[in-house]
């Protein structure tokens, strides 16, 4: 069964602070899609990265970086220098090896940036 | 606007009340997906389409639930005597398959559904 662990369900940090969101995942597939996806007030889930299972390279986009470990199953989101605007609910997920799999959602870390 | 949209965004009915949502993915996506959410809790998976074709339906979706994408387009979510426990956001999403695709599925804003 394919499950997605977020042990953190809210941290809050005063801006300009840099923050990690944990995220474990189980799977039996030995191809697999990892993602984050953040929730803004709005509603909105608003998709931030999709990395396969094959490629471990960490990735860095702006202030925003993943860390993929296979090893430990885990894919931890590092936000550098934080802003109020990143405030929201970030998603963990994680999809099969089938192009149309449906996506497994973790339940989710509420960030909180202070000014 | 090019991204995902639905509509309505807010529904308040009575329960044993009929629902119905619809859903107008980005226009060359050929992938449309139903979730729904409940408060504090992420997206679960209820239903695909690859073009009109329903390929896959969670146990989530009770005889109740019925989803259609008649001409491979926009696609409804229908619910039939609705339950307080029906309430929840009910997220969209699609995506586009193929060769050199990245099959991302894309979200639109959800209808927040509310069963008095």
């Known amino acids: 069964a394919q499950k997605v662990t977020q042990a953190q369900t809210e941290i809050s940090v005063v801006e300009k602070e840099d923050v990690t969101l944990d995220c474990v995942y189980e799977?039996?597939?030995?191809?697999?899609?990892l993602f984050w996806y953040k929730q803004p007030p709005s509603g909105e889930l608003v998709f931030l990265i999709r990395?396969?299972?094959?490629?471990?390279q960490n990735e860095i986009s702006g202030r925003y970086s993943w860390n993929f470990q296979k090893s430990t199953s885990s894919f931890n989101f590092t936000i550098t220098a934080s802003q109020v605007v990143d405030s929201a609910v970030y998603f963990c997920?994680?999809?099969?090896?089938?192009?149309?799999?449906?996506?497994?959602f973790g339940s989710g870390t509420r960030l909180s940036i202070r000014p | 606007d090019t991204g995902v949209s639905q509509n309505p965004r807010h529904k308040i009915t009575k329960r044993g009340q009929n629902v119905t949502f619809r859903c107008d993915p980005i226009?060359?996506?050929?992938?449309l997906y139903w979730y729904r959410q409940t408060l504090g809790q992420g997206p679960e998976f209820l239903t695909y389409?690859?073009?009109?074709?329903?390929?896959?339906k969670s146990r989530l979706l009770s005889d109740r639930f019925s989803a259609e994408r008649p001409k491979g387009s926009f696609s409804t979510l229908e619910i039939q005597r609705t339950e307080q426990g029906d309430s929840a956001m009910y997220l969209c999403?699609?995506?586009?398959?193929?060769?050199?695709?990245?099959?991302?599925?894309?979200f639109g804003p959800g209808t927040r559904l509310l069963v008095l």
């Open positions: 999403a699609s995506s586009l398959s193929g060769q050199g695709a990245t099959e991302t599925q894309y």
């Open positions: 799977t039996r597939d030995t191809t697999y899609y």
């Open positions: 990395r396969n299972s094959f490629d471990e």
């Open positions: 997920a994680l999809s099969g090896p089938g192009s149309a799999s449906k996506i497994i």
């Open positions: 226009s060359e996506h050929n992938r």
């Open positions: 389409f690859q073009n009109e074709a329903q390929l896959e």
